[in-house]
């Protein structure tokens, strides 16, 4: 039933990853999970599991947490004066790993020394490893958050590889963007939960070990007032063995012979409190990302390449192409929407519902509105400089004029007053 308990916070947090919807997000983190693709869901898996650890160590810690000191110096006279059940009493009525360890010692005192110090290490092994339990998994966590990411990354380089084999132009542009956002987005997310997940381990860890270490030096003081008391109560005199030399002296009979203090051979002993992200992988990565896109960078000039279903008309003055957004127009006169409008690869309408110009409203509102987030994320880019207005139309020379009418009319709307038409340059005639 405990297995059950423990894992359930697992699989909550893989029903969540899975089945979040991006609408509960704030709007930045949504975009993010957006072109990261489903790579960033396996990330969240890990983040949540992440989480739940940290939440789960913490509040163990903060329930063993005591002050060993101030029971030590609530049990010191009543061990040293040989009431023994006043001291269980005290113990019974501290709901810690520390009073139970002592409280079981004190309870096996009729078995003599050796049945006290059995009874405090059995205890000690029972207490000690809810204490350190799962602790060891965030640093598990923090590495596969990190391999996620670049799981990420390799997929999202693998559908940039797929965007230079099968498009070009800015198609071309627009795919290896999208590829590149999905493997850097993936990347960030693996390497914040993985730096998150080994800062929570190590602070976790450090202060695990020293709960562990005050328990075992505070059982070790306990143990040595209750010798003192039964020497007392048994008429021996003071300074006996278990009186030489300072606690936790190294080479004491007491410590060569019990568990109350385990050295790093025994029990549990000191552990590191850091862990190390496995980079190299994603540094490789990175090393075959720079080359792919120095290999990929075009500086031609080229940005507007016809689309399969566009033939654009013919002209004889063409002016050099700048890099602005690009409306294009597709004519498929056998599909029922007889083609396309699209913005930035972008669908923003049919041609099938822009042919009827009689009303008085020719915008067509999800271009606009478009265009409208464009200049102003142009704006943002070049606060001193004067917005141009400049925007592509790419059309097939056979597009209903209606058509054409709108989209100009859309861009007006959106301040986009300086249009300029991808043609294609026809050839001059030879001259006699």
């Known amino acids: ?208 070990q020293a709960l562990i270490d005050e328990i075992n030096l505070r059982s070790l003081q306990a143990f040595r007032l209750w010798k003192r008391g039964l020497a007392a109560a048994q008429g021996q005199p003071r300074g006996g063995a278990a009186e030489r030399g300072p606690i936790g002296a190294p080479g004491g009979k007491l410590m060569q012979s019990s568990g109350l203090l385990k050295g790093k051979r025994h029990g549990h002993g000191k552990k590191s409190t850091f862990a190390s992200l496995q980079l190299t992988p994603l540094i490789d990565m990175f090393i075959v990302l720079v080359i792919f896109l120095l290999l990929s960078f075009s500086a031609s000039g080229e940005i507007v390449t016809a689309s399969k279903d566009i033939k654009p008309p013919f002209a004889k003055n063409v002016q050099e192409l700048q890099r602005v957004p690009i409306v294009s127009i597709s004519n498929m006169p056998d599909h029922p929407s007889k083609g396309i409008v699209t913005l930035e690869d972008r669908e923003v309408a049919l041609v099938a519902e822009l042919t009827d110009d009689s009303g008085g409203d020719w915008r067509i509102a999800q271009l606009s509105a478009q265009l409208e987030r464009l200049r102003n994320a142009w704006s943002l880019r070049h606060a001193d400089e004067p917005f141009d207005g400049k925007l592509i139309v790419q059309c097939d020379q056979d597009i209903d004029f209606r058509v054409i009418k709108r989209v100009m009319y859309s861009a007006g709307v959106a301040g986009y007053g300086n249009l300029m038409f991808a043609v294609r340059k026809k050839a001059e005639a030879p001259g006699p």
């Open 1 to 208: 039933m405990t297995g059950i308990v423990s894992g359930l916070p697992v699989v909550l947090s893989l029903l969540v990853a899975v089945l979040l919807p991006l609408a509960a997000l704030p709007s930045a983190v949504a975009e993010a999970f957006s072109e990261g693709g489903w790579g960033m869901r396996l990330i969240l898996f890990a983040f949540l599991v992440s989480l739940w650890l940290v939440v789960d160590r913490l509040l163990m810690v903060l329930r063993s947490v005591s002050s060993g000191y101030r029971l030590l110096e609530q049990l010191r006279p009543r061990l040293e004066n040989g009431d023994l059940a006043g001291a269980r009493a005290i113990c019974a009525g501290v709901d810690r790993p520390l009073a139970r360890i002592i409280g079981a010692g004190l309870a096996a005192t009729v078995g003599g020394e050796r049945s006290v110090r059995a009874e405090m290490d059995a205890a000690a092994y029972r207490e000690l490893p809810a204490i350190e339990r799962r602790t060891g998994y965030l640093a598990l966590m923090g590495n596969v958050a990190t391999l996620m990411g670049l799981f990420g990354t390799i997929i999202g380089l693998i559908h940039s590889f797929g965007a230079v084999s099968m498009s070009s132009g800015a198609e071309n542009a627009t795919r290896l963007a999208a590829g590149i956002s999905e493997a850097m987005n993936c990347t960030a997310f693996g390497l914040l939960t993985g730096i998150l997940a080994l800062v929570a381990y190590s602070a976790l860890t450090g202060r695990t």
